[in-house]
């Protein structure tokens, strides 16, 4: 399974209350009315030759007559078990985020059949500053970036950004008192909370194209600037998975993250 793990998972695995669940709940309609809920994907980015599997569909979560289908396939393999709520949390805000891959014909049985394969999904929406200063007319700026710390010792993991101010009409902008303020703006991030394929339909694709078919409506749909992840330093197919495949960087070492005390590596995807 490509397992994936919740920071969440601490505070919310637990049994909520009905009253803070609907806090919870709330507390996401502003980013789900800026957002397009039911906006078509553009077909060319959705359905690329290589996002197709034969005798497969791929379509979203719909109500909760899915939810123990996805309870099940998540519940296979995790270190640690998720409350029903967590699973709701997810489901009932971004149900366009929580793709269900299922097999389109099947020998033995005429029921209805099962997903055997899940990706679930959110988006989070941070603050991030502006300086409109910068931005005036006639005042150039330029980035230099420093990768040396304070003994002079180089590093590739820490970065210091300096904008430097080099030409103004107007003198020294900086000291303006009509200069305007930094501003904040609206940056959302995706995370991938879940991701699991069933044991007898693994090395099929089926992971990866659920995972890139999720990436895609992050960025395009909710035009977000990274998506995020956990996963277990040891889980290696899942890494090669997030890393390899999908061009995910290593963010973060999360020591002890797991109930069982295993290790997470946070990684990311900047576009």
């Given at each position: 399974i490509y397992q994936v793990q919740l920071v969440a998972t601490?505070?919310?695995?637990?049994?909520?209350?009905?009253?803070?669940?609907?806090?919870m709940t709330k507390s996401n309609e502003s980013l789900l009315s800026s957002s397009p809920k039911q906006e078509k994907i553009n077909p060319v980015i959705e359905e690329d030759e290589d996002e197709k599997i034969d005798g497969i569909k791929f379509v979203n979560y719909t109500d909760e007559s899915q939810l123990d289908n996805v309870m099940k396939l998540v519940g296979q393999d995790l270190s640690e078990p998720y409350s029903i709520f967590t699973y709701r949390y997810f489901l009932h805000q971004f149900p366009d985020l929580c793709i269900l891959a299922i097999p389109t014909s099947s020998d033995s049985s005429s029921e209805p059949l099962e997903p055997v394969g899940c990706v679930v999904c959110k988006i989070d929406e941070e603050e991030e500053e502006h300086d409109e200063s910068l931005m005036m007319e006639g005042v150039d700026t330029i980035t230099t970036t420093s990768t040396e710390n304070d003994q002079g010792d180089s590093t590739n993991s820490h970065h210091d950004s300096v904008s430097v101010i080099l030409s103004s009409t107007d003198g020294d902008a900086t000291n303006d008192p009509t200069a305007s303020s930094p501003t904040k703006k609206i940056v959302r991030n995706g995370y991938m909370a879940m991701l699991a394929v069933k044991t007898t339909h693994r090395n099929t694709g089926i992971g990866t194209t659920l995972a890139k078919r999720a990436i895609k409506r992050m960025k395009y749909k909710y035009k977000c600037k990274s998506v995020s992840l956990e996963t277990e330093v040891t889980n290696k197919k899942a890494m090669r998975l997030y890393e390899q495949r999908l061009g995910f960087v290593r963010e973060e070492l999360l020591v002890r993250y797991y109930l069982n005390w295993g290790d997470a590596y946070r990684l990311r995807l900047w576009f």
């Open positions: 601490p505070i919310i695995q637990d049994i909520i209350p009905s009253s803070t669940y609907n806090n």
